[in-house]
């Protein structure tokens, strides 16, 4: 994912709701959101090149989300795929504090990255730029991106916004505001841009919440919702080289009783 907001413990009738875009070369091949065959518990997309995900949910009780974090320079080939990350967690048995505290020593062996991990009674933000950190999130309404959790990116910004405002209007049932605002192709003014070392043209391109290109661009918008029993929705909307619509996918999901509250 590279575009992320997400509310935890805001509303009483959804506790966790996310919703994100995951932004990737078209060339890249991956699986649409499904059960997977070899972790039946597992709810997710799926890399089809180093296999892992970079969104999904557990009946277990958890749901992981990963974004890279952007810089200029290439990254070294020997670094372990992000999207383990996330699978690893949703495949194991470690609630989010533990699988972060194991985590840690080796998380620089990884790319570039920040980690989202909720289950049941936490939710943990992890990072390993520019040196490996985790820490336990209070209740709140937070967005992410490419850059450390709630950097102001004006994507960033209006996506949490989005997502506040549709939590406040009470239609917890009608997820197309939320799919509206991932589809948002508004590009801020230049001048309220990040300087991420990319140049000003790649920075433009990378500007808006849905990305559109033959090359680059949106491949996935998801919203993801656990009630308070519970009970949980993930709908996932699927785009190909120039934003062509390829289709949408929907699973349920129930989580143990000690659902976030």
């Not at 709701?17 to 699986?31: C, K, M, Q, T, Y």
């Not at 320079?73 to 383990?84: C, D, M, T």
Request: charged share 20%; hydrophobic share 45%; net charge neutral.
């Amino acid at each position: 994912m590279c575009l992320i907001a997400f509310s935890w413990q805001q509303h009483p009738d959804r506790p966790l709701v996310l919703i994100g875009n995951r932004d990737e070369f078209h060339a890249r091949p991956s699986a649409a959101l499904a059960r997977w065959a070899d972790a039946p518990q597992l709810l997710a997309g799926r890399d089809l090149t180093a296999g892992g995900t970079w969104l999904g949910v557990s009946e277990h009780g958890r749901l992981a989300a990963v974004t890279n974090v952007r810089s200029p320079e290439p990254a070294p080939a020997e670094l372990k795929s992000r999207g383990a990350l996330a699978s690893g967690f949703l495949r194991g048995q470690a609630d989010a504090q533990a699988y972060v505290d194991g985590l840690l020593p080796e998380f620089a062996g990884y790319g570039a990255c920040n980690l989202l991990l909720f289950d049941t009674r936490q939710a943990i933000f992890a990072s390993n730029q520019p040196r490996p950190e985790a820490r336990a999130l209070a209740a709140g309404l937070y967005g992410l991106s490419n850059a450390s959790l709630d950097t102001p990116w004006p994507k960033t910004v209006a996506l949490r916004e989005a997502l506040g405002g549709w939590l406040q209007a009470g239609r917890l049932d009608d997820f197309d505001p939320l799919f509206d605002a991932l589809a948002d192709e508004h590009r801020a003014p230049d001048a309220q841009l990040p300087d991420t070392g990319i140049g000003v043209d790649r920075e433009r391109l990378l500007a808006s919440a849905f990305i559109r290109s033959a090359f680059y661009g949106t491949r996935a918008s998801t919203v993801v919702a656990v009630d308070a029993r519970g009970r949980g929705r993930m709908v996932e909307r699927r785009f190909g080289p120039g934003g062509v619509a390829l289709g949408e996918h929907e699973a349920r999901f129930h989580w143990p009783a000690s659902a976030p509250a």
